[in-house]
């Protein structure tokens, strides 16, 4: 099936840091999507890209769709301890389906 | 805003017995709805998808006997794990779409607070 390949895995961070991570896939996708999931919570929409080399920002996050429909990245600019989480990635597939990357968890030192 | 709720957000059976989890949109109506299951430390693996009056879709290897998924109306659909074992404790969250595509490419999924099932 639809493969996305997410890394990091985690990362280790000071607080101010920026952060950056990216998703792959050998498939070709219309939509890429980030969520941001906190410990015993549903994913919550970080971001939503519909066009081939779209960036967009929401506050300090800022994702952009890869001009090959292959790939996406989010960087998290001058991190807070809040941003501490996990990080997934989603492309959408046909019917309205999501695949998810396997996750990046971020941990934030104050 | 777009507010999907799950209920009940944490429930422990007996090996053997049946659950049902509810998931709402609270403030649209979803025409689909998604059910994603969550182990520890892994991804979400989507395991169904729903369309309110017709049968939902299983992704291969999830077992629609067991799994029974009702989507009776536009704002809420149910997953029930019949005979659950320990080994289908898991997070389970819903997802809910609003709109019928993304011609606009405005609609996307909004999930639930997930329900976190433990079998004894």
């Known amino acids: 099936g639809q493969q996305l390949n997410q890394s990091p895995q985690s990362m280790f961070i000071q607080e101010g840091e920026d952060v950056s991570m990216n998703c792959t896939s050998s498939?070709?996708?219309?939509?890429w999507l980030w969520y941001k999931q906190d410990p015993g919570e549903g994913p919550v929409l970080l971001i939503a890209l519909y066009k081939a080399g779209e960036l967009t920002s929401n506050g300090r996050l800022t994702a952009q769709f890869g001009i090959t429909r292959k790939d996406s990245f989010l960087n998290i600019s001058a991190s807070i301890p809040s941003d501490v989480g996990i990080y997934f990635c989603a492309a959408e597939t046909s019917g309205s389906r999501l695949t998810f990357g396997e996750g990046t968890q971020l941990t934030v030192n104050p | 805003g777009a507010v999907v709720s799950q209920h009940p957000s944490r429930v422990i059976c007996k090996s053997g017995t049946s659950v049902k989890i509810e998931c709402r949109s609270l403030?649209?109506?979803?025409?689909?709805m998604f059910w994603y299951r969550q182990f520890p430390k892994q991804s979400l693996m989507l395991m169904a998808t729903s369309n309110e009056g017709s049968k939902a879709t299983y992704e291969q290897g999830v077992e629609k006997d067991k799994f029974l998924i009702n989507h009776a109306s536009l704002t809420l659909s149910t997953l029930t794990v019949t005979s659950a074992h320990p080994e289908d404790s898991s997070f389970y969250i819903c997802s809910a779409r609003r709109g019928w595509g993304n011609l606009l490419g405005t609609d996307t999924q909004y999930f639930g607070p997930g329900t976190r099932l433990t079998v004894l």
């Open positions: 498939s070709i996708f219309n939509t």
């Open positions: 403030d649209f109506q979803a025409t689909t």
